[in-house]
């Protein structure tokens, strides 16, 4: 991981050096140094830019320095010292805290006022202006960037605007000066700049179409305006390595380098250049540097798609065996639940079944068939239930109708000695089925809790009624009427209905009647989803995270 990004910082450089040698390399000696000092100069210029990742501050510290003596000794690189400068600067608001932030822009501001003072000019109120802009605009760019809690999305149209911003920046900063200098008007001129920067922003939608209006705006500069050409040659840089990022043929890019090349020699080349083979090795090379940022770039930016897909791919595989094995472990449970029951029922069906053959008359007989019949559909049950363990997705299913499975459990409970009333409103069929599932299995519990616990004899009330698309549930039991002895109970019969409910979206309320009795009352509303009403919440974490502490259970056992 150490070495992790070098051929960044190596590209970084070589691309700083590169850019003083296209935009100040045709100044060759200019002030007080000879034409021999130009590629040293440029050497000197680009070499900090490769520790823009490792060494922001030194870098932008550096560049601020190199600016100062490159105005002081009257050397041309100032003005590529000057673009690099922004770009030391941003990067440090974007990766460094406040403090390291506030000194590079200080040192920043402070060289480019010396670099944009000339000796015995005074100074105008757009000195002031343009010194504290162009290090302070990078510096927000950077801070902005820094903020960003994610990483720009492939439709984010934030690196549009910003390298729109940018090229708008570079095009008009450094030409305006020049604009009245050239035979076309000054108005054309501006617009130009303006454009041709501004045109950056759609660069990576339509690279092929910005690199060709950067390449004729440099034609049009190196025919008319000679003083707009180096700034034309770096918006064209610009849109070559952007069109080496978005595009990944590799023919179209060596056909990118070529139009690079001619351009660059278009700049870089006039009248009194010597043309040497050396020379043109040099300027080949040179463009090569925005075209290895690029697909380096675009190789990063691929490999970490590929990433990506991989990592989710991987998430749902995970997903998936994590899924797998739940359901094997469901379906293991299942067949040791219905194995265990299945035994324990199959072996009360066989000897109900043969003791019905001994007494084939009278309320005994017919215990023993309600007992047998019981026993079957308990059988059903458990296989209904076992296929829905194996398939979580699956819904459970009644053997009948919801009507007629209550009116059977209260025929069954009737047998049983219950005295039962039950009450079923003829629009209940409009309700959903899940609802009516869940209003029988509710009735099916409730009159097998109040034989429990209220035992033969106790009156009953089964009602379901229609409510708007919902149904509501009630059962409600006199006085038992006589000492009743409890029979065994999980204690889990109340509970398991109020989930039930609760799962729909209803509400369950269960409570003693003034005549000694029980009441059981349940809503079920006919839009599954909506939400239960919230039971009293005691603050705290439960509140913050939207939790909700479960309904106290009734003091009484009577229907549940």
Not at 291 to 311: D, V
Not at 517 to 526: D, F, I, K, S, V
Request: aromatic share 4%.
């Amino acid at each position: 991981m150490r070495w992790r990004g070098v051929a960044l910082d190596v590209l970084l450089a070589v691309s700083g050096i590169a850019l003083d040698l296209l935009v100040s390399g045709e100044a060759g000696g200019f002030g007080d140094l000879p034409p021999s000092m130009t590629v040293p100069m440029a050497v000197l210029a680009g070499l900090p830019m490769g520790l823009l990742r490792t060494r922001p501050v030194w870098a932008a510290l550096y560049m601020a320095a190199f600016l100062v003596f490159t105005d002081q000794v009257g050397s041309y690189t100032s003005n590529t010292a000057q673009i690099l400068i922004c770009v030391a600067v941003g990067n440090v608001a974007y990766r460094c805290r406040p403090r390291a932030v506030a000194l590079c822009v200080a040192a920043a501001i402070v060289a480019s006022g010396i670099n944009m003072a000339d000796p015995g000019i005074p100074l105008a109120s757009t000195w002031w202006m343009f010194t504290v802009l162009v290090p302070g605009f990078p510096a927000l760019v950077g801070g902005y960037l820094r903020s960003s809690t994610s990483r720009f999305q492939p439709d984010d149209i934030t690196p549009d605007v910003l390298l729109a911003g940018a090229g708008a920046a570079v095009g008009v900063l450094s030409t305006w000066s020049d604009w009245d200098q050239g035979s076309p008007p000054v108005w054309v001129v501006g617009l130009l700049a303006v454009c041709g920067g501004l045109s950056l922003g759609v660069a990576r939608r339509l690279p092929g179409m910005v690199l060709i209006l950067q390449g004729l705006l440099l034609l049009a500069a190196d025919q008319y305006l000679e003083q707009a050409v180096n700034s034309c040659l770096v918006l064209t840089m610009i849109a070559l390595g952007v069109f080496a990022l978005r595009v990944a043929s590799w023919a179209w890019t060596a056909v990118a380098y070529a139009a690079g090349c001619v351009l660059a020699s278009v700049a870089v080349v006039d009248s009194q250049t010597e043309v040497t083979p050396f020379r043109v090795a040099v300027l080949m090379l040179l463009v090569v540097a925005p075209i290895a940022i690029g697909r380096y770039l675009g190789a990063r930016q691929s490999a970490a798609a590929a990433e990506r897909l991989r990592a989710e791919e991987s998430a749902r595989l995970a997903l998936a065996q994590v899924r797998a094995d739940q359901l094997a472990e469901r379906e293991r449970i299942a067949r040791e639940v219905h194995d265990i029951v299945a035994h324990h029922v199959g072996a009360m069906v066989l000897r109900a079944g043969a003791a019905r053959y001994a007494a084939p008359r009278g309320p005994v007989a017919d215990a023993l068939t309600d007992i047998r019949d019981t026993g079957h559909q308990v059988l059903e049950d458990l296989r209904g239930l076992l296929d829905v363990l194996r398939d979580p997705g699956a819904r459970p299913g009644l053997l009948a109708d919801p009507a007629d499975v209550m009116r059977e459990s209260a025929e069954r409970m009737a047998a049983a000695g219950l005295v039962v009333d039950l009450r079923l409103d003829p629009d209940i069929g409009r309700a959903p089925l899940v609802a009516r599932a869940s209003a029988a299995r509710i009735v099916q519990e409730g009159l097998t809790n109040v034989l429990k616990h209220a035992g033969p004899g106790t009156e009953v009330l089964v009602a379901l009624t229609a409510r708007g698309k919902g149904l509501a549930v009630e059962i409600a039991n006199g006085r038992p009427p006589a000492p009743v002895e409890r029979l065994p109970s999980s204690g889990r019969g109340l509970a398991g209905m109020r989930e039930r409910v609760r799962a729909l979206g209803g509400t369950l309320a269960a409570g003693p009647r003034e005549d000694g009795g029980w009441r059981l009352t349940a809503t079920l509303p006919g839009a599954s989803g909506s939400a239960a009403p919230a039971a009293p919440s005691s603050g705290g974490l439960s509140t913050l995270f939207g939790c909700e502490r479960a309904p106290q259970e009734g003091a009484g056992e009577g229907a549940a």
